[in-house]
């Protein structure tokens, strides 16, 4: 069982940053990822990282070159930078992780275990 704490969020100004951190509270598994939920809409997928040497990373098109998702594997702690914040990503950000020999995928079903998810509010 992987038990999941996310922080960081908050309200900030549109065009500025905040950095989500998501706390694990045993081994690493072998893939991990934000998604977040809209209110209103279903939770998408934000961005996913491989843990392995080679630290692969993907990211959904509405967040790809203003977000940044690395993991710290000493301390069991996943991070998501998130820079040039918009409107349109006010959210609940949750963190998941999950096992499986592919890769990590933007997929939800590919993730076992969730946090209780950080609320990010941009203001415009």
């Known amino acids: 069982q992987v038990q999941l704490e996310e922080s960081g969020g908050g309200s900030v100004q549109a065009g500025g940053s905040l950095r989500l951190s998501c706390a694990s509270s045993?081994?690493?598994?072998?893939?991990m990822a934000w998604f977040r939920q809209a209110p209103g809409k279903p939770r998408e997928a934000v961005a996913c990282?491989?843990?392995?040497?080679?630290?692969?990373?993907r990211y959904t098109e509405a967040v790809d070159g203003r977000f940044i998702i690395s993991i710290d594997n000493a301390k069991k702690i996943l991070y998501l930078q998130m820079n040039s914040l918009e409107v349109e990503d006010t959210a609940i950000y949750y963190c998941?992780?999950?096992?499986?020999?592919?890769?990590?995928?933007?997929?939800?079903?590919?993730?076992?275990?969730w946090g209780q998810g950080t609320q990010v509010t941009i203001e415009s």
């Open positions: 998941a992780a999950g096992h499986g020999p592919d890769g990590c995928l933007l997929k939800q079903w590919t993730y076992d275990y």
């Open positions: 045993t081994h690493t598994p072998t893939r």
């Open positions: 990282i491989d843990i392995d040497s080679m630290r692969r990373t």
